[in-house]
C-alpha cells in the first residue's frame, strides 16, 4: 500500500494513524502483536510511534508491510542529497 497524500506542499506527507492501522490489519496482524513478537511487552509503547520518532518501532512496521520507512514517515527521513 505505497500511499502519498497530495497537499499544496511539494513535500510529501507522512501515512495517517489509520492508514498504518489498516495496513497492518489487511496483512493480518496489528500493531501490539507486532510489538510481543519483537520482545515489547508494554503496547502502549508500541503506538508511540505515531507520536514521536521511533526508527525500531518504524522499521519493524515497514518490514511488516514490505515497505522502507521513509515511505511511510517521509517527514522523519531527510531527504538524501545526491552527491
Sequence with gaps: ???TIKTH???PQ???RQDVLA???KKGSNLAELGRQHG???SKTVYNVFN???PKMQKIIADYLGLAPEEIWPSRYPAR???
Design 23 to 25: 495496513a497492518v490489519r
Design 81 to 83: 542529497i545526491a552527491a
Design 14 to 16: 507522512d501515512w495517517h
Design 1 to 3: 500500500m505505497s500511499k
Design 40 to 42: 515489547y511487552t508494554n
Design 9 to 11: 506542499s511539494s513535500e
Design 52 to 54: 514521536v520518532n521511533y
